[in-house]
């Protein structure tokens, strides 16, 4: 038990999820912290290189089942959000995203063919995927997408613009969604495919550890095959996203411990006024109300995920985990930044970066007005997203 476990909680896993953790744990602590600060710094990460560690380890579409997947339990895929996410949260975007998007599309909808081509590739990282939904003009409301997909003869043509798709410049894959005559289709598209293109964003203050990409698809010729056969109208990205909020629900609780942990660390060693900052009321009053939040957003995360492994996590619930805990994770942050003073903006603590990504976290996959609406809706019986 660790100092921030309040409620004692390594008691309520498995030994098999203990276990899991603490290999994802220690392949951060070895792989990616003495490193991770540069990354940021400099804008790069070696997407690719990671993506074959974490195919060794069983990460990628761990709680997926066959097709070389891991099978894992949805406690235990948490878990490991939550420490790559306590490395940096583009190492547990570059997972989720593989994972939980766009193997999961593939997984879910895409046919016998389909799976056998990309998912054991995929869950190796040999194969890198991405998910092409949001686009330039329409980020919270895919409804109103322009991408477009026309039938020709036996073929589809694509044409459109995808936008902030992680993994998008390394892809191999991109599961595209787009409008057609018959409603929003999900389509397996290789990214050397001609006329798609794909365009790395640069410039970020947020995520700087993960590659984010932009994707244009100019009369993209596709065969048939390459439509995702299950995937009818919006509710199967909607799926896809839900499976991915999921992780952040835990991993955003990664960056808040490893922002608390630094905090406490700092606070009980740094001296001020003949004593340790950690001696003062006020200090431990912000010590005491993050690792209370902490815990919650832990007990919160534990419980979905237990719904999830009996199959009865609906989408609503997810909103709830997503809401609460980044909200609270990038409350943590900053209090934590606080503690440090002028040092939590230096690039030798992980605070400032931390809570940098966590406002990303916040928006992406649905933003917090987003997900206060599928709660209202849930609790009203009344549509208020038009």
């Not at 220690?26 to 600060?37: E, G, I, N, S």
């Not at 380890?57 to 490991?80: F, N, P």
């Not at 020709?152 to 694509?158: E, F, K, P, S, T």
């Not at 700087?208 to 065969?223: F, K, N, Q, Y």
Request: glycine share 10%; net charge negative; with cysteine.
């Amino acid at each position: 038990m660790t100092a921030l476990d309040l409620l004692d909680l390594d008691p309520s896993l498995s030994a098999e999820e203990r276990q899991i953790r603490d290999v994802v744990r220690q392949l951060v602590d070895d792989r990616v912290r003495p490193h991770v600060a540069d990354w940021y710094e400099q804008g790069r990460v070696p997407a690719r290189e990671l993506a074959l560690e974490f195919g060794k380890l069983g990460l990628l579409g761990m709680h997926l089942t066959g097709y070389g997947c891991a099978g894992a339990s949805a406690v235990a895929y948490g878990l490991a959000c939550q420490e790559l996410e306590a490395g940096d949260s583009g190492l547990r975007s570059l997972v989720s995203v593989q994972g939980s998007l766009a193997m999961y599309a593939i997984w879910r909808y895409g046919s016998e063919e389909q799976k056998q081509r990309w998912l054991p590739a995929m869950a190796t990282g040999e194969a890198i995927g991405c998910f092409g939904l949001t686009e330039p003009d329409h980020g919270s409301d895919p409804a109103s997408m322009t991408t477009r997909a026309r039938r020709d003869g036996d073929d589809w043509i694509l044409t459109g613009a995808k936008m902030w798709i992680t993994n998008a410049p390394i892809a191999d894959v991109a599961v595209i969604w787009a409008r057609t005559d018959e409603g929003v289709r999900g389509f397996a598209v290789p990214m050397d495919t001609p006329g798609v293109t794909a365009r790395e964003i640069g410039r970020k203050m947020s995520l700087r550890a993960s590659v984010t990409g932009e994707i244009a698809l100019d009369d993209v010729r596709l065969p048939a095959d390459a439509q995702l056969p299950e995937a009818v109208g919006l509710k199967a990205p909607l799926s896809c996203l839900t499976e991915a909020r999921y992780g952040i629900v835990w991993g955003s609780l990664g960056a808040a411990r490893d922002c608390l942990e630094t905090a406490l660390a700092y606070a009980t060693s740094r001296t001020q006024f003949g004593r340790p900052l950690a001696g003062f009321q006020l200090t431990q009053a912000k010590l005491a109300d993050m690792a209370v939040e902490l815990v919650k957003g832990q007990l919160l995360a534990l419980h979905l995920g237990r719904l999830a492994d009996a199959g009865r996590l609906r989408p609503e619930q997810v909103s709830v985990g997503k809401l609460n805990n980044v909200r609270e994770a990038l409350a943590i942050a900053r209090q934590c930044r606080t503690i440090l003073g002028a040092n939590g903006v230096s690039g030798e603590y992980p605070v400032m970066r931390h809570a940098n990504n966590l406002e990303s976290v916040l928006t992406y996959e649905g933003t917090s007005e987003i997900h206060q609406l599928v709660v209202g809706q849930r609790l009203t019986g009344l549509s208020a997203f038009a």
